[in-house]
């Protein structure tokens, strides 16, 4: 049994990690919940509840809460919380007494929104909860030197926002935040698909087509994938091969939102911080990070170095667990 442990939450649009100090990540699941409509009760959470949606019956529904970055139903939030805590017990084989507990909240969200959030991991028996901003924790896990006087940036490029925050001396200088990330990308191609070839395919295969053969927009020799969907004009099942030119296509207008964003976060940038983003350039992190030729295509974009984070899938949630240590040794000085 741990007493008072320390967990690391990093409640992401598409997937949400825990992060303790004992074991590092103990948890890495889907931000989704399955809802029975007609008892309203949670069927399952995390990847259980991802592999569902498109395929159940129904009565029962995915519902990803945190879709766009922002809260959109505070109860299945709060479920979905309570669920995810629950898992983590059991993976740390023993119950959670009284833990000490950091959330990495969407930055866009508001403060209605993080008092939502809050009250839900309060709620759960947590002694002590703190709120941190996404760019400070993404930063702290790419182990740049936030409380250093020096200028970062961070583009994090999720599943319902992408984030981009210039970060120096431990906090936000200037930050902006899209609605645009991996999910507008998936949406892209299903309308690309359905616009080119009037076959319906599910957000599943659009994501699984942009993870094997998406690019950003560079030159690259040309990748195909066999994919299939539902012809709309027969109604049945028919295979396709898509080519990752295409897919290029597809994703353009989101890509170039997402760069747009961070020329004008540079641009925001106080001139006195500009020589340090000039020499340390800019980290990505974010899963959209590892679409395929995203750091080179942003290097040539914008005219600073473009740098890959170690683990754009983990580095929130390794972040905002150091980050309690920090929080934790400060309040011991403070005693
Ligand atoms: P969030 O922090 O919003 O939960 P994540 O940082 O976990 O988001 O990133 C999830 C997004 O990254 C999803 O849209 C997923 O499709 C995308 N993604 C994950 N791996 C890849 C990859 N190899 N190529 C392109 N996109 C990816
Ligand atoms: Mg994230």
């Not at 009250?119 to 924790?137: D, F, Q, R, T």
């Not at 020799?221 to 990752?244: A, F, N």
């Not at 980290?283 to 295509?297: N, P, R």
Request: charged share 25%; proline share 5%.
């Amino acid at each position: 049994m741990f007493a008072n442990p320390e967990i690391g939450i990093d409640l992401g649009t598409a997937n949400i990690l825990v992060y303790t100090k004992q074991k590092g990540i103990v948890l890495n699941e889907p931000s989704v919940v399955a809802i029975d409509l007609e008892t309203k009760n949670v069927v399952a959470v995390g990847a259980e509840a991802k592999e569902m949606v498109g395929k159940t019956p129904q009565n029962i529904v995915p519902i990803r809460p945190l879709k766009d970055g922002v809260i959109a139903d505070y109860d299945v939030t709060a479920q979905l919380l309570k669920e995810i805590l629950k898992k983590v017990s059991k993976v740390m084989g023993s119950s959670l007494r009284k833990p000490t507990i950091v959330v990495c909240t969407p930055s866009g969200s508001t403060s209605v929104e993080r008092r939502a959030i809050h009250n839900a991991v309060k709620s759960y028996g947590a002694k002590n909860v703190h709120l941190i901003e996404e760019p400070i924790a993404a930063a702290i896990g790419a182990d740049l030197p936030v409380d250093e006087p020096v200028a970062n940036v961070i583009v994090d490029i999720g599943g319902g926002t992408s984030e981009v925050g210039i970060i120096s001396f431990g906090g936000v200088v200037s930050c902006r935040s899209v609605r645009i990330g991996g999910d507008s990308m998936d949406e892209e191609i299903v309308q690309y698909i359905r616009k080119q070839y009037n076959i319906l395919i599910g957000e599943r295969t659009a994501e699984q087509i942009k993870m094997e053969i998406g690019f950003a927009l560079i030159e690259h020799d040309e990748l195909t994938m066999d994919v299939r969907g539902r012809d709309m004009v027969t109604g049945l099942p028919k295979t396709i091969q898509i080519s990752s030119k295409e897919v290029q296509v597809a994703l353009k207008e989101s890509l170039e939102q997402i760069l747009e964003t961070i020329r004008m976060t540079l641009e925001d940038c106080p001139p006195e911080l500009s020589g340090d983003i000039v020499d340390h350039g800019v980290i990505l992190t974010g899963g959209g990070a590892l679409l395929k030729g995203m750091q080179q295509w942003l290097a040539s974009e914008i005219s600073v170095p473009v740098h890959l984070a170690p683990n754009p899938l983990e580095s929130v949630a390794i972040g905002t667990g150091r980050a309690l240590q920090m929080i934790t040794k400060l309040q011991k000085a403070a005693k």
